[in-house]
């Protein structure tokens, strides 16, 4: 007999937000899994500019408001300031996967350290996003280049330039995924293009070409099992 798990979801900003709960969502919502993206706080500052000290705060006050849901986190490596757990370590591995796996066991370690009466060890799930959420709209070459109204190829030209993945489109300020769009295109906007983009491209095709995107939403919709 299959269960509901429910997910509170703490996302950097309203495109992320959106993309939780209108694409993510829905997703996950065929396998009985109920997401719910709320913006983390930050006191009197825009987005990128991910601190775990303000981080810290949200993440205590979910997991102690109902000990029956899960609470996952959201965020750009690409923001993330020097407090962060794992942080200096991760600024030390060429590879982005070895970046993540540092920043993803050095935040499950310290919020379970810091919040272990609230069952953190199992109730909580980091995602540290390789490099910016934007890396996911690489995932369909095609569907990218159509929705911007530029040829294929100069997107294909981008994804060369890091081994066909959208993951490994770096944290350089020059070269983020962001900044590759911009450059693409002015007319690219994240929160009204980019979530067009992401709801043509669909989740099942993010999940093939960004194997950590994947790594994520499997641990989510295996939650009632």
Not at 56 to 62: K, L, T, V
Not at 126 to 131: A, L, N, Q, T
Not at 176 to 200: H, M, N, W, Y
């Amino acid at each position: 007999m299959s269960r509901t798990a429910e997910v509170v979801a703490l996302v950097e900003g309203p495109t992320e937000r959106i993309f939780v709960q209108d694409i993510l969502g829905p997703y996950l919502a065929r396998t009985e899994v109920y997401i719910t993206p709320i913006i983390l706080t930050k006191p009197g500052q825009k987005g990128g500019d991910v601190r775990f000290s303000r981080a810290r705060n949200d993440i205590e006050r979910h997991l102690k408001q109902r000990n029956e849901t899960w609470l996952t986190l959201l965020v750009d490596y690409f923001g993330i300031k020097g407090d962060w757990p794992g942080y200096e370590e991760s600024k030390r591995k060429r590879r982005h996967t070895s970046k993540a796996r540092v920043m993803n066991e050095a935040t499950r370690k310290r919020v379970n350290e810091l919040f272990s009466d609230q069952y953190a060890q199992r109730r909580f799930i980091p995602y540290v996003s390789m490099f910016e959420f934007e890396a996911l709209l690489f995932s369909d070459a095609e569907i990218l280049a159509r929705k911007l109204n530029v040829r294929p190829e100069e997107v294909q030209k981008i994804l060369s330039g890091y081994d066909d993945e959208p993951e490994k489109i770096n944290d350089n300020p020059q070269t983020a995924p962001s900044k590759q769009l911009e450059g693409l295109s002015d007319r690219f906007k994240k929160t009204v293009t980019g979530i067009g983009i992401a709801q043509e491209i669909g989740i099942d095709r993010m999940r093939e070409s960004c194997p950590l995107f994947n790594e994520w939403v499997s641990k989510l919709e295996n939650l009632n099992r």
